[in-house]
């Protein structure tokens, strides 16, 4: 779905970058073995995933002016 997004111009390409620890992090998590959740240190975790997500894709349509 990005890749069509940024093929018919509805984002733009560095916007990508935004997406890349999501993918990452998603792959990770399915080669790692079942374990138990943390639920504390997930909101932590979240929280700071949400900051970078939102910063990056900020910046990715700041700098393609």
Known sequence: MLALACHFN???ELTLIAFAPLLFRG???FAKS???IV???LG???MAHALVF???L???F???R
Request: net charge positive; charged share 20%; proline share 8%.
């Open 39 to 41: 639920v504390r240190r």
């Open 62 to 64: 700041r700098f393609t």
């Open 34 to 36: 079942p374990q138990r």
């Open 10 to 12: 509805w984002l733009p």
């Open 44 to 46: 932590w975790t979240e």
């Open 54 to 56: 939102g910063v990056l």
């Open 27 to 29: 792959f990770g998590w």
């Open 58 to 60: 900020i910046a990715g």
